[in-house]
């Protein structure tokens, strides 16, 4: 079982976030969060003893935490790929521009976009570290491989150093 969010996916974060803002009924709820993050279904943990679904439940309880502090890479690896972001508003090309600001537009929906919005921003490199030209055609590629693969906390202290510069870049725009 995961023990902490960073040990997460992207698209595990997301769901669990989907499961707790949508699922009122507190056992429910934390049962399909058992699902999501054991990869087990729903019957699978219903049928569980009642000894060892209290045990999970009770590391459910202390994974809920992110740690704001985390160090932020700005060159990463998913899934063998190297990437780099690109943080410096100059250095994006006017296509990344417009998609990440496509998927920030609306604000309730930007948590639900990350791995669109990273994928926007990165750009592959090269195993001796050139960067690659970010290719718009390859956008949903990579975004779901960040979606399916890229961790929590790998995507959560860029997404923070991505809201911090947003602010800047539409202050200064």
Excluded at 78 to 98: D, N, P, S
Excluded at 124 to 130: D, F, H, I, S, V
Excluded at 147 to 161: D, G, K, S, V
Aim: proline residues 2%.
């Amino acid at each position: 079982m995961i023990s902490n969010y960073k040990n997460l996916t992207i698209k595990q974060f997301l769901n669990c976030k989907r499961i707790s803002d949508t699922v009122q009924d507190p056992i429910d709820r934390n049962v399909r969060l058992l699902s999501e993050i054991t990869g087990r279904s729903v019957d699978e943990i219903e049928s569980l003893p009642l000894g060892e679904l209290k045990d999970q439940l009770k590391q459910l309880a202390s994974i809920e935490t992110i740690d704001p502090n985390q160090k932020l890479k700005l060159k990463f690896k998913v899934k063998g790929k190297r990437f780099e972001v690109i943080w410096k508003a100059q250095e994006l090309t006017a296509a990344q521009y417009i998609d990440v600001t496509h998927f920030a537009k609306d604000s309730t929906q930007v948590i639900y976009n990350v791995h669109n919005m990273l994928a926007a921003i990165s750009v592959e490199r090269t195993w001796y570290g050139k960067r690659k030209k970010y290719d718009g055609a390859k956008h949903k590629e990579i975004a779901d491989l960040f979606y399916n693969h890229m961790t929590i906390e790998q995507a959560y202290p860029i997404m923070l150093f991505f809201a911090s510069s947003t602010r800047h870049w539409q202050a200064i725009s």
